[in-house]
Each structure stands twice: as C-alpha cells, then as structure tokens.
C-alpha cells in the first residue's frame, strides 16, 4: 500500500522558535496534501489542505503566517510552525491524495508530536 | 455545518465478541464513508472505504454497512482480539479531488481476554 513518512516524529522546542515537519509521499505522487492537528482525545481537525505548486488554503481560524505550508514537488510538504509557543504543543498529522480515481483514498503519515516549553 | 457523531468514546467488550460501532452524520452528503484505526502516538491507518450506493463492505473480520437515509454507518468487527484494541474513526468523503476528509471523534475499543 501507498507510504507517506514525517520527519520527525517528535520534536521539543522552546517557546519562540520555530518548527518544520516534512511529509513525504514515498510511492505515489500526492496531488494534494492535507495537514491535521490532534488535541488528546479530539477529533483529528484539518488545518490546511495544499496543492503542489499552488498556495494552501487554510481552514478557519488556523493563521497562515503562523503555520506556513510549502508543497514544493509532488511527493513533499512541509509545515513549519513559526514562533512557536505552549498552546501549539499537538500532534500534527499530514495526509496525502493521489491523482484522481473512485479509490482514492487519503494515505497518512505516523505524525509528528510537538512540545514546546 | 456538517457534524458527524460516533456514538461512544469508549467501548469495552470480552474477546470473541462481536463489536459495533456507530457513526451518524449531518448536514453532508459524502460520496464515500471511510474508516480508520488510530493506535496511541500513531497516524490513522485506513481499514475500509464504502460508497454511497453499497449498502454493505467486508474484509476478513470486519463489515461496515452505510444507510444513506439514516445517515449512518455501522462498524462490526466479529470474533474480536485484543489486538483489537484501538482508536476507530469513521470520516466522510466527498470523494473529490482535492478534499480532504471529515473525522469523528473515534471509538475507543478495549477488549480483553
């Protein structure tokens, strides 16, 4: 089945600095890449959804300069959290789709858990 | 906006026994219901996806039904293990290009031995 990996899995960081998380597609191209966020025993909710070559859309209430998203070729993501502080500490799940088809499906990544101090 | 519901958080039941899991929806109308199992610390790992013109799906244990009219899916895995044991989340899918799912919160199975 399709593989899509995050780098790194976990990572802590002070308050203030800032985070990148890549997500790869390792046997398929993803046309779309899909970045989640996890709060303990919540729902995944999706933050932005990013097309490669093309700007991210972003979900309501998610700022875009604070969670900036690059979809560079088809087969990498990345989500870097800028400034990071406390209340970003979540785990981040990305999610990849492949070209169009009625199985398509979303393949996603192990996740990445943040902690900021 | 849209809502989907799975009925429990938590689910306890002995192993051998035939778990179910319920998935209700609002205010969608998805072309495709999916479902997923998250382990502790881990990304969902995708176990079944159902149409919305199939009314049943199967694979080895498990069975998902989906009624469009009810707007509900059900998620049966039989003769249970505790292997079994995870978070299962069903999630609604427009099936189109470019969109991304819509998740419940999940079920917590626990079976034990």
């Known amino acids: 089945g399709a593989v899509v990996s995050q780098h790194p899995s976990r990572v802590i960081c002070k308050s203030g600095t800032s985070v990148k998380i890549e997500c790869r597609s390792l046997d398929f191209q993803a046309t779309t890449m899909f970045w989640y966020r996890q709060f303990p025993k919540q729902s995944l909710m999706l933050m932005a959804t990013?097309?490669?070559?093309?700007?991210?859309?972003?979900e309501q209430g998610v700022e875009k300069d604070k969670f900036l998203i690059n979809h560079a070729s088809l087969t990498l993501s990345t989500l870097t959290v800028t400034s990071a502080h406390p209340e970003d500490s979540s785990f981040y799940i990305c999610s990849a789709r492949g070209k169009g088809g009625v199985w398509d499906t979303q393949y996603f990544g192990p996740g990445t858990r943040l902690t900021v101090l | 906006s849209q809502k989907i519901e799975q009925n429990s958080e938590a689910l306890n039941i002995q192993e051998g026994k035939t778990a179910t899991l319920t998935c209700n929806y609002t205010n969608y109308s998805p072309a495709y219901l999916q479902w997923y199992r998250q382990d502790p610390g881990r990304g969902p790992v995708f176990l079944l996806l159902i149409r919305e013109n199939e009314k049943e799906k199967r694979k080895e244990r498990l069975k998902v039904t989906f009624d469009t009219t009810l707007k509900q899916s059900l998620f049966h895995i039989t003769a249970s293990q505790p292997a079994d044991s995870a978070t299962y989340l069903c999630?609604?899918?427009?099936?189109?290009?470019?969109?991304?799912?819509?998740f419940g919160k999940g079920t917590t199975l626990s079976v034990s031995s």
């Open positions: 999630a609604l899918d427009k099936g189109q290009a470019g969109t991304a799912l819509i």
């Open positions: 990013s097309n490669e070559g093309s700007k991210a859309t972003y």
